[in-house]
């Protein structure tokens, strides 16, 4: 899969942007996608879909366990986003291709990799807000750790498929609001969190 990743920028201008993230509820995998405009940011469609883990949960193989229900919930949306947002990795992986690149291959669709922590690679840590450093791997660069905000860790952001090192940082940056994550992805987030709490309510516990 890393030989197939493309790290130049596969798109010309971005309208729409989306953000995806997974939970999990016992034996389920809920996948939320939700579409903004960009760089607004104003809201445009969400889209979930919960299907069964085929897989243990494994750091580092996210694609067998979450791939088929985000590519599954990508399906739904009527609104297609040009680039997407990942809570996962992208070219900082063993393989060079985490679950990121994984799903922008599959998509052929541009995809960014945002996550709280470094997967792998090594970076010098970033101290003031908005400060990026650049993220190393296998001798290249292949993202940066951003620090958002004064008093949180910065974030790590990687090169998925179809994008460059300059627009993931660039992008990501613009999708910022008032938060440590980006928008696309903090929303996806706060959408796979809730459809969580409504299989636990329906489960009772």
């Known amino acids: 899969m890393g030989r197939q990743v493309v790290t ?24 939320c996608i ?36 985000t590519i599954r919930a990508y399906q739904k949306i009527s609104h297609k986003p040009d680039l997407l947002i990942i809570n996962a990795c992208g070219t900082t992986h063993p393989a060079s291709a985490g679950f990121a690149s994984h799903i922008g291959v599959i998509l052929d669709k541009p995809t960014i990799g945002i996550t709280k922590r470094m997967f792998c690679g090594r970076a010098k840590i970033p101290q003031k807000e908005k400060e ?9 660069q292949k993202g940066w750790l951003l620090k958002v905000l004064p008093e949180t860790k910065p974030i790590v952001i990687t090169i998925g498929h179809l994008t ?42």
């Not at 469609?45 to 366990?65: L, M, N, Q, W």
Request: with cysteine; net charge positive.
């Open 8 to 31: 130049i920028d596969g798109f010309e201008r971005i309208k729409l942007i989306g953000g995806a993230d997974c939970a999990y509820f016992k034996d389920l995998v809920i996948c």
């Open 34 to 69: 939700v579409v903004l405009e960009y760089p607004t940011m104003e809201f445009v469609e969400r889209t979930v879909h919960i299907g069964k883990a085929s897989f243990p949960y494994i750091p580092g193989f996210f694609s067998f366990r979450e791939g088929e229900g």
């Open 132 to 140: 990026a450093q650049p993220l190393y791997h296998g001798g290249k």
């Open 164 to 205: 460059s090192i300059k627009s993931c940082l660039e992008i990501a940056i613009k999708c910022l609001k008032e938060n440590k994550m980006p928008e696309p992805l903090r929303l996806a987030h706060q959408c796979a969190g809730k459809e969580k709490k409504k299989w636990g309510k329906s489960d009772g516990t």
